[in-house]
């Protein structure tokens, strides 16, 4: 069955250290999306990405970045880890461009920034 | 003003009875919107959908959506301890493609 993964389900990271997340679809979605979920603030959209080679930035997205280099993964760096980017991680992704196309996500990631 | 704002609860109903769940949105959120279901340490999961005005039903789930009042609700009925969970209203962002925006989410605790 075509599913979204993401690696490490959990990560304990110190502060200043660079952490790449991964998130893999086997469903051929074009579009990938990247959300933190913090208490008190529901999801927030990090970076996406509508086709190889095409990155945005969202609305949190300092201290972030992503590369798509094939149509099946967009991983999520954390240049240099700070304790405010404790959180979790949820990829998601969608096959059409329009409002009303379901995005499917992830398991999640749990990352904690000591 | 939050674009999408929910009342972070808990909702607490018998089991049996009908639970709702609200949520407004402002002007930058589109006329899509989407409740997901999340329990808890796990991902959110897709309930219901709806874009035009008036109620959508599927099995115990109704979604309503009054766009003059920007305003959307879920109605669970014959609520289950199986729903006791996590909702999250979400909406698209006007000119947005297919962003979208998550309010808080809704806890919802349904006791036998």
């Known amino acids: 069955d075509a599913e979204i993964t993401q690696s490490p389900r959990h990560k304990i990271t110190e502060t200043g250290r660079q952490v790449t997340l991964a998130c893999h679809q086997t469903?051929?979605?074009?579009?990938m999306f990247w959300y933190r979920q913090d208490l008190g603030h529901g999801l927030r959209l990090i970076h996406y990405?509508?086709?190889?080679?095409?990155?945005n930035k969202g609305e949190v997205s300092d201290g972030y970045s992503v590369s798509r280099s094939n149509t099946e993964d967009l991983p999520l760096t954390l240049e240099s880890a700070a304790s405010s980017q404790t959180s979790v991680y949820f990829c998601?992704?969608?096959?059409?461009?329009?409002?009303?196309?379901?995005?499917?996500f992830g398991p999640g990631t749990r990352l904690t920034v000591l | 003003q939050k674009e999408v704002e929910q009342n972070s609860g808990p909702l607490s109903v018998p089991e049996g009875a009908i639970a709702s769940l609200n949520c407004t949105y402002s002007?930058?959120?589109?006329?899509?919107f989407f409740w997901y279901r999340q329990y808890s340490g796990k991902s959110p999961e897709l309930i219901m959908s709806?874009?035009?005005?008036g109620d959508k039903e599927d099995g115990r789930f109704t979604a309503q959506l009054n766009k003059a009042s920007q305003y959307v609700s879920l109605l669970i009925r014959d609520s289950q301890p199986s729903d006791s969970a996590t909702y999250l209203c979400?909406?698209?962002?006007?000119?947005?493609?297919?962003?979208?925006?998550f309010g808080a989410g809704t806890r919802l605790a349904v006791h036998p």
């Open positions: 998601a992704s969608t096959a059409g461009t329009g409002t009303s196309d379901t995005q499917y």
């Open positions: 469903w051929n979605h074009n579009n």
């Open positions: 990405s509508y086709g190889v080679h095409d990155t």
């Open positions: 002007d930058r959120v589109s006329q899509s």
């Open positions: 709806i874009y035009s005005n």
């Open positions: 979400a909406g698209g962002l006007a000119g947005g493609y297919n962003k979208l925006i």
